[in-house]
């Protein structure tokens, strides 16, 4: 099987999702919410996204906000230390966004692989 090179053209389709002036979900916020069901800890998946925790936890508002029921819980600290869960919408919300992009992908199909002969690589 052939391996992808660095230099290598790719393509990465990103959808920002809209509610007004808001963004209501997008490629970051979708990034935040796998990391917070990878840890279950907004402050460790802030962490490795290398974002404050008040950044992770504005981005975590928006989204509350703009869903019709939130896409994350949490437990207050305390000598357990808290922690952070999908509720069932957000990861319906995570779900059918990544099943967006995969599916775009195969709808752009022929045309990438047409633009990609015109590519330097």
Known sequence: MKRKSADQ???????????????????????????????????EAAKRMEMSYMRAWSLIQTMN???????????????KRGGAELTATGQRVLALYQRMEADSLGAVRKDWATLQTLLRA
């Open 9 to 43: 053209p790719s393509l990465s389709p990103r959808f920002r999702i809209t509610g007004g002036t808001k963004i209501a979900f997008g490629p970051g916020k979708a990034a935040l919410l796998r990391l917070v069901e990878e840890t279950g800890s907004i402050g």
């Open 65 to 79: 906000t703009c869903f019709k029921a939130p896409v994350i819980t949490t437990v207050r600290g305390g000598h």
